[in-house]
DNA sequence: AGTCAAACCTGGGCGC
DNA sequence: TGCGCCCAGGTTTGAC
């Protein structure tokens, strides 16, 4: 799902095409998506998109900021004259064109651009606030220092080896969700973990806290390399994730255990077990991962 | 601090 | 064919 490499895609996308244009209106479809006066962000223009874990925020000129968050299957697509009437994925294997049933924001920019919000499960948000008062929303408050993402443009607060080390070593909980917890690290997510693991050949039912030196540091670099991948690949677009021009991404096509119960180990050959952690899907090699 | 569960949603996939 | 049920997952909240 949108996890770090998909939210720095989507990131990376809005700020080529968004920064510089200004909101002329903002048409709710789904009020529950939004919180805050559209009046706030009406006539004025973007001047920087930022991503902080699976959380973006689009900076206005007036002191306003938009802090989204796009959860498991909202999308954020900037169109213009040139991409007007491609058919987006929606879900799995639904395709529409611009806006649809499942369009629940449109933010009319100048230029005849605009820019959709589009949520099948409606799970996302989009929170307007002051730039200085982004803090204070319980997401961004909260959030854990990030994961590293290769190639990325991610600058602060970035989790290094030693840190990751020590949240690992002092932790007692199961080592997968714990990799979960945005407080503790950010912009992980359940795919990139399950075959963060798969790579790193550990158990994800293993307390954090029996994972040697060694173990720790092949699961720093195993989760880098699955990361890097998936932001290679442009994301996983196994559901409904697009990037900011509503292109897929095709990380799904790389995944190694994710998904994947009952079909054969990249590795061994046996087949993949599915489990439940943590309430969330878990698939692993009970052979390879010890 | 940890663990767990329910809630938020909808459409796909399943069993009957 | 169609109904009912379960599932997917990133937070968020609340309970123990």
Redesign the pocket.
């Known amino acids: 799902?949108?996890?770090l490499p998909e939210v720095e895609t989507i990131k990376l996308g809005l700020k080529q095409y968004l920064v510089g244009h200004v909101i002329e209106k903002v048409d709710v479809k789904l009020q529950?998506i939004v919180q805050g006066n559209t009046e706030d962000i009406i006539h004025t223009r973007v001047v920087d998109v930022r991503r902080f874990?699976?959380?973006l925020v689009i900076d206005l000129q007036n002191g306003y900021s938009l802090g989204i968050?796009i959860?498991?299957?909202g999308q954020l697509i900037y169109v213009d004259k040139k991409n007007s009437t491609k058919p987006i994925k929606v879900?799995?294997n639904?395709f529409s064109t611009l806006p649809n049933?499942w369009t629940h924001v449109i933010f009319y920019l100048d230029k005849g651009a605009v820019l959709y919000y589009n949520d099948?499960?409606?799970?996302g948000?989009i929170k307007i606030i002051k730039t200085d008062e982004l803090q204070k929303l319980?997401?961004f408050k909260?959030l854990g220092p990030e994961f590293p993402l290769k190639n990325s443009t991610q600058t602060q607060n970035v989790l290094t080896f030693d840190d990751f080390q020590n949240i690992v070593k002092n932790?007692?909980?199961?080592i997968k969700?714990l990799l979960?917890d945005?407080k503790k690290i950010?912009g992980l997510?359940?795919?990139y973990i399950n075959d963060g693991l798969f790579l790193a050949k550990i158990d994800p039912r293993r307390k954090a806290n029996t994972l040697t030196q060694e173990e720790i540091k092949t699961l720093f670099e195993s989760l880098e390399t699955v990361l890097g991948k998936g932001l290679t690949y442009g994301g996983a677009s196994e559901l409904s994730f697009v990037n900011a021009l509503g292109e897929e991404g095709h990380y799904q096509d790389h995944m190694l255990v994710y998904?994947k119960a009952g079909s054969p180990c990249p590795t061994c050959g046996k087949p993949i077990d599915k489990i439940?952690l943590?309430?969330?899907?878990t698939y692993f090699c009970p052979n390879c991962q010890k």
């Open positions: 799902m949108p996890e529950r874990g699976k959380g968050h959860k498991l299957t879900i799995r639904t049933k099948f499960r409606q799970f948000w319980v997401f909260e932790s007692k909980t199961v969700p979960l945005q950010s997510g359940n795919i998904g439940m943590g309430g969330r899907g």
